[in-house]
T-cell receptor, first 114, second 116 residues
Framework: KQEVTQIPAALSVPEGENLVLNCSFT??????LQWFRQDPGKGLTSLLL?????REQTSGRLNASLDKSSGRSTLYIAASQPGDSATYLC?????????????FGQGTELSVKP | DAGVIQSPRHEVTEMGQEVTLRCKPI?????LFWYRQTMMRGLELLIY????????DSGMPEDRFSAKMPNASFSTLKIQPSEPRDSAVYFC??????????????FGEGSRLTVL
């Protein structure tokens, strides 16, 4: 059974710092991995989608990497800003034999202090 | 595009009452997912549809929960009778069939349910 873990559960950094959020998963048989952002009381906003054949994806100040064999992904945020404060969730899409489900980690709550 | 639309945004009801949550997926998306989010358990997949057909409902917690997708643009999640432990935020998400399992998932704003 696929399990997704995110470390740390919470992170507080001063504005301008570069930071890394970690995601690990137990079963490497995945289609893709997706990083989301969730603001309090809001839905999930997709940030980056990495297919299983890819190693990384970039969007602006965000860079996500995927090492499928070791079951790890990282989300790198450069030059963090107070507006980046939110909960960041990673989710893996299991393969067809496991129903193609999107399994979520518990999230990392990020606070960027001005 | 309007995105995934859910209603109601907030629902407060009493134990034993029937609750119906609604979702309109993004036009052209043929996969639809229902998730539940709580502080204790995080995001859990309840059920998902492909071309209006339920594919996997193994996450539906009990027989009190049911979901339907009568057409490509509408789905409902019903709880009858509701219980306080059903209190959570229920999310609907969709993705395009052409992308199969590799597509990006888009979420609605969620329906926050409180059962007293």
């Amino acid at each position: 059974k696929q399990e997704v873990t995110q470390i740390p559960a919470a992170l507080s950094v001063p504005e301008g710092e570069n930071l890394v959020l970690n995601c690990s998963f137990t079963d490497s048989a995945i289609y893709n991995l997706q990083w989301f952002r969730q603001d309090p009381g809001k839905g999930l906003t997709s940030l980056l989608l990495i297919q299983s054949s890819q190693r990384e994806q970039t969007s602006g100040r965000l860079n996500a990497s995927l090492d499928k064999s070791s079951g790890r992904s990282t989300l790198y945020i450069a030059a963090s800003q107070p507006g980046d404060s939110a909960t960041y969730l990673c989710a893996v899409r299991t393969n067809y034999n496991q129903g193609g489900k999107l399994i979520f980690g518990q999230g990392t709550e990020l606070s960027v202090k001005p | 595009d309007a995105g995934v639309i859910q209603s109601p945004r907030h629902e407060v009801t009493e134990m034993g009452q029937e609750v119906t949550l609604r979702c309109k997926p993004i036009s052209g998306h043929d996969y639809l997912f229902w998730y539940r989010q709580t502080m204790m358990r995080g995001l859990e997949l309840l059920i998902y549809f492909n071309n209006n057909v339920p594919i996997d409902d193994s996450g539906m917690p009990e027989d009190r929960f049911s979901a339907k997708m009568p057409n490509a643009s509408f789905s409902t999640l019903k709880i009858q009778p509701s219980e306080p432990r059903d209190s959570a935020v229920y999310f609907c998400a969709s993705t395009a069939a052409r992308d199969g399992f590799t597509g990006e998932l888009f979420f609605g704003e969620g329906s926050r349910l409180t059962v007293l």
